[in-house]
């Protein structure tokens, strides 16, 4: 296999890997690093992220391009009010003013996770911050889906997409993370910079259809996904025509058929975002190769009382 | 105030308190050390747990008399079989041998909490372990509602019962955690024990009234508390003559006149263990002094949504 990383990322017979969802976005505020290191600490060795890129070129851990008022407040603990601030416009000193630990219960984005905590205090951590915490001897088995984020503003900006590629990758390489790391876009003109740029790394294509819609209250990416008009049966060939390793369809868009398709493409299957117990029941049975939660307790529990787990039985 | 660690479980204008049931049960292993530090992390103040001694007097935090094949492996990691070991007939090192990391899915009490983490190598913590971390400079406005869990088998020896008490305070004054501990009992008599041996902490009377069922899969107190033949409205009362502090009625049983009764006559009243939105709802419009939750992250998400909150302003 010309890229090693994948075996963690591979199910076998008893096994689908577990793969935390920006942490555990039921449970914790998304994208933080208390939420990785919780998520870490029950045993998930799969983390899924999303990052851009600030101002003065910090890798950030954020998913939408702006800061969002149902999950943001300002300096004074207040829920940001007016326009929301890009990212991007923002130097990584002036995000470390914004608080991420929570979410507005009032809002249609804080009522799909009614359970998550709220933290106060909690800031949006670099890249840099997360791949230290792996270089810890108790982390050295995890494995990551880094989803870098395609501003919808710049589709049409090459020179700033491939700016982006690189920078990420550079943090990548500069914590030597590229053997447990996998990269991940919506943007497939980003994974094909992806793969130029990094090459050692290999990349996972991410596909939502049109006729499924994207989930309220946060940034969508159909606008950047190149897959309009196909069907579900369409798309792993398409990904591996575009040579990538990964294809992580919707979770309401794949079907067993699909899935065969993949397989036979030597495709690796991550389904994302699952969460209700009779939606991962069907994707275990299913038999895909990841799934991706919100709520990776609760996966946990239903692979167990299939008599399956999350790690092979050597990782565990 | 005679027992200035009651402030802070009182409630005031627009706020409610939050204790965390055995840690945080809906997420993480009850009872456990993981369980506390997750719950400590997301800004909860108020624990509540369990506790007896081993048979080599060693005060451990576990709920139910016998280890509990639902929730217990033994060192092979299997669920236990053949009769369930009581506690007090181990070893604390005997105990050691078990795992306590997890539920078992396919069990009643498994399923009662299914987005519960599956960890690991996870042991019965002592009493002695949650007292040093709260030693913490970060941990130290953190209060504690310890139950002391009164063996059925043992109600008429009352020399037993007394040593369980020395052992338990003896372990609190040790850390000198007197002033952020309440003694917490269905078992009134051996709340009477407590107020003798331990003036300086305040007595928690729990009560559960029988026509309301116990919780499945636990041990249940009611064979020790004696409430048969009350009505909620005789409860306070009771608690105010037999000296109480706090009264901590089921969730089921608690009225609005029984919580004027329990204010008139100076009790601190805390339900348990409210889980679902609407019945924690339901208390926060009651305005209880303390809500105890498997769910801590929930109560405060819907504590918020009524612009209220756990903490004072002064205390956030």
């Not at 017979?13 to 939420?35: C, D, F, K, Q």
């Not at 905590?117 to 792996?134: E, H, M, N, Q, T």
């Not at 996972?204 to 049109?210: C, E, I």
């Not at 591996?240 to 690796?268: E, H, M, N, S």
């Amino acid at each position: 296999m010309r890229y090693p990383q994948i075996r963690a990322f591979t199910g076998e017979p008893g096994v689908i890997r577990l793969a935390g969802h920006r942490g555990a976005r039921g449970v914790l505020p998304e994208n933080t690093m208390e939420g990785f290191e919780f998520t870490l600490n029950t045993g998930v060795k799969l983390l899924e992220l999303d990052v851009t890129a600030t101002r003065d070129g910090v890798v950030v851990i954020t998913h939408n391009h702006r800061l969002t008022r149902s999950m943001v407040r300002d300096a004074e603990g207040n829920w940001l009010q007016g326009e929301e601030p890009k990212v991007a416009a923002l130097t990584y000193a002036e995000l470390q003013q914004y608080d991420a630990g929570g979410l507005d219960s009032s809002s249609a984005y804080g009522q799909r996770f009614p359970d998550q905590a709220f933290l106060s205090g909690v800031r949006i951590p670099r890249l840099a911050d997360l791949l230290a915490l792996l270089q810890r001897p108790q982390h050295q088995d995890v494995h990551l889906f880094l989803e870098i984020k395609s501003d919808p503003d710049l589709l049409a900006d090459t020179a700033a997409r491939q700016r982006l590629v690189e920078t990420v990758v550079a943090d990548v390489r500069n914590a030597e993370m590229q053997p447990r790391t996998v990269l991940h876009s919506f943007d497939w003109d980003l994974l094909a910079d992806c793969q130029r740029i990094a090459p050692e790394m290999p990349a996972s294509f991410l596909t939502q259809l049109p006729e499924n819609d994207a989930d309220v209250g946060e940034d969508s990416s159909k606008e950047v996904n190149p897959v309009a008009g196909c069907s579900v049966l369409d798309l792993p060939a398409r990904v591996a025509t575009a040579k990538g390793q990964f294809w992580c369809p919707y979770y309401l868009d794949i079907t067993a058929d699909a899935l065969v398709l993949a397989r036979d493409l030597g495709l690796t299957t991550m389904v994302w975002t699952v969460n209700e117990p009779e939606d991962i029941d069907r994707m275990i049975t299913l038999g895909v190769d990841v799934i991706c939660s919100d709520y990776p307790g609760r996966v946990q529990r239903l692979l167990l009382k299939q008599g399956m787990h999350w790690l092979p039985a050597a990782e565990r």
